[in-house]
């Protein structure tokens, strides 16, 4: 299964629903960084994701 993009505050993330963690999208060769759903700021974005109905629920296991 191909990994769902989501883009926060002008930075595009894969969401892994597997492993519940966002991973940053790096131009050229930078840094890749991992937020977990569970952390602050993965929370923050999950919460995005679901506002705007972008979160796939049915992985979520909520």
Do not use: C, W
Not at 19 to 32: D, E, N, Y
Not at 50 to 58: G, L, P, T, V
């Amino acid at each position: 299964m191909e990994l769902q993009t989501y883009t926060y505050h002008r930075t595009p993330y894969y969401v892994d629903y597997r492993l519940k963690q966002f991973r940053s999208v790096p131009a050229g060769h930078g840094t890749i960084r991992f937020h977990d759903f569970a952390s602050d700021y993965g929370d923050r974005i999950l919460a995005s994701m679901i506002r705007k109905d972008q979160a796939r629920m049915e992985l979520l296991n909520l």
